[in-house]
T-cell receptor
């Protein structure tokens, strides 16, 4: 069964350092999402890509966060500099079509970030 | 507003009993309603979903019911087992400037052996 891959699974960093997370969606999935999940809460969307284009990054803190999906396949999310409040689970998801209102999103295992 | 409300936040049941979790949504245009199970340290896993052209869908011990008039949908787990213990999230596409996949606040289910 095809799965969304993410790495690393865990990341510990000190504040002010840069961190990067990688996601490889299910093969053929056009839409890719990055979510942040704070412990005890539901996932919240950071950025949505349709192929290589950003569709929605309204909730992405652009002063420190950046995301790219250069070839429309895998994606990288970067935080620079990391702050204590960035400690969370970062989830990647993908869906097969254009992110329409009946699309199913499939999630990867996530990257647990701890900022010290 | 654009929230998806989920209740209860915690639920404890005896093994073999049934569990029901309910979500309400605000956007009448929403027509796709998934349920995810999230175990500790893992990503959410889709367990069942329903589209608005049907009122109920079953998959073995899991079912989802949808009431579009009242704008709520529910997850039903029958004959619960200890491995059903996890956090469950509902989600719905809700309009907030653009359409966004909004998750409920989660229900921590504990199945007591």
């Amino acid at each position: 069964e095809a799965e969304v891959a993410q790495s690393p699974r865990y990341k510990i960093t000190e504040k002010s350092q840069a961190v990067a997370f990688w996601c490889d969606p299910i093969s053929g999935h056009a839409t890719l999402y990055w979510y942040r999940q704070i412990l005890g809460q539901g996932p919240e969307l950071l950025v949505q890509f349709q192929d290589e284009s950003v569709v929605d990054d309204s909730q992405l803190p652009k002063d420190r966060f950046s995301a790219e999906r250069l070839k429309g396949v895998d994606s990288t999310l970067k935080i620079q500099p990391a702050e204590l409040g960035d400690s969370a689970m970062y989830l990647c998801a993908s869906s097969p079509s254009s992110g329409g209102l009946t699309d199913t999103q499939y999630f990867g295992p996530g990257t647990r970030l701890t900022v010290l | 507003g654009e929230n998806v409300e989920q209740h209860p936040s915690t639920l404890s049941v005896q093994e073999g009993d049934s569990a029901v979790i309910k979500c309400t949504y605000s956007d009448s245009a929403s027509n796709y309603f998934p349920w995810y199970k999230q175990e500790l340290g893992k990503g959410p896993q889709l367990i069942i979903d329903i589209r608005s052209n049907v009122g109920e869908k079953k998959d073995q011990r899991i079912a989802v019911t949808l009431n579009k008039t009242a704008k709520h949908f529910s997850l039903h787990i029958t004959e619960t087992q200890p491995e059903d213990s996890a956090v469950y999230f509902c989600a719905a596409w809700v309009f907030s400037g653009t359409y966004k996949y909004i998750f409920g606040t989660g229900t921590r289910l504990k199945v007591l052996a």
